[in-house]
């Protein structure tokens, strides 16, 4: 068994808990956060998260496909404006 | 022809071989379909072309314009976009829209507190959103089906069921 499976999927405690009442509620209120860092479990699915980018939230819609990922990875950092290769051959 | 009446579907990112091949990004959900169209036109001066597609290379198209048979002439479209008419896509659905359409509209929640105006649509993965602008800022809206309430075409604008506290920090 490998290390990390062996410890199990982590997230913040906190975030647990406001997805509960969230679901509880029924009502499909955005969860702002910050941890990018934290997995997303199965009680997640249908939830929509605000995820933080550094600068602003990003509302991502959880979705079965998305189980097992880290909520940072559907919240992007960069803008990318294109390759300078690409401005020159528009001269 | 007014540039409302035409939509971007690819850009002509290159040159391919010395026969005057190019090669063709699609923006088409199925790159191939942009063949599909009977008139596609350039940006520069609206002039209709005939394109042909000779193969595949990693994510572009290769192609072939009508009349351009050296590399030299095809050096010529490089960098240039091709667009189609807007009467030649398909009809939509009644719950249906094209992103296009929405850029502009105002967004607004059921109490009618202002998000701001659409500028662009994105899809980072976790479903569709909307970039909204609000005294020089910009945001990002869900605008999955759980959220959109409705679209009124007439006001130009976009109900979403959220919050208005969304767009506080």
Known sequence: ?91 | MSNTDLLEVGCFVGVHGIKGQVKLKSYTEIPESIFDYKDVFLENNNNKITIKLVGKIKQNLICKIENVETRNDAEKYRDLKLFVKRDELPKIKENEYYHRDLIGFHVYNKKRESFGEIISFNDFGAGLLIEVKKENETFYLPMGNDFLEMIDYKQKEVILNLEISFLDN
């Open chain 1, 1 to 91: 068994m490998s290390r990390s499976i062996w410890k199990g999927p982590f997230v913040d405690g906190y975030l647990l808990k406001k997805a509960d009442v969230a679901r509880e509620s029924g009502r499909n209120d955005v969860i702002k956060t910050w941890s990018r860092r934290s997995t997303v479990m199965p009680q997640f699915v249908g939830l929509t998260f605000g995820v933080h980018n550094g600068k602003k939230f990003i509302p991502v819609t959880i979705s079965e496909a998305m189980v097992g990922h880290k909520l940072g990875e559907f919240s992007p950092t960069r803008t990318f404006y294109g390759h300078t290769a690409d401005k020159k051959s528009k001269r």
